[in-house]
Nanobody, 118 residues
Framework: QVQLVESGGGLVQPGGSLTLSCTAS????????MGWYRQALGKQRELVAT???????NYADSVQGRFTISRDNAKNTVYLQMNSLIPEDTAVYYC????????????WGQGTQVTVSS
């Protein structure tokens, strides 16, 4: 069992930056695929970014060039650096973890709210 805890959300003005963190329990973090998803009010959860165990990153078109996902296996932590934030980025951001060979994300954090507003 893997427990995920997100942090770093908050209120930021348009054009600002935030960095989200997600720390995992246990000793298997280095072999997990990790991802950030978000869910805006009244909308479905959507993919933001993923990073493989080999640190290959992929991004949704809506955040490409503005967000950066990274991982620190020594700290069991995955990060989401968010720059040039826009109001449309407002959502609850969730961290997910996927074991090797799994199709879907199996473990989820509780979510952290990001609000972009002036």
């Amino acid at each position: 069992q893997v427990q995920l805890v997100e942090s770093g959300g908050g209120l930021v003005q348009p054009g600002g930056s935030l960095t989200l963190s997600c720390t995992a329990s246990g000793s298997i973090f280095s072999i997990l695929g990790m991802g950030w998803y978000r869910q805006a009010l009244g909308k479905q959860r959507e993919l933001v970014a993923t990073i493989s165990r080999g640190a290959k990153a992929n991004y949704a078109d809506s955040v490409q060039g503005r967000f950066t996902i990274s991982r620190d296996n020594a700290k069991n932590t995955v990060y989401l650096q968010m720059n040039s934030l826009i109001p449309e980025d407002t959502a609850v951001y969730y961290c997910g973890a996927k074991p090797p060979g799994a199709t879907n994300y199996r473990y989820w954090g509780q979510g952290t709210q990001v609000t972009v507003s002036s």
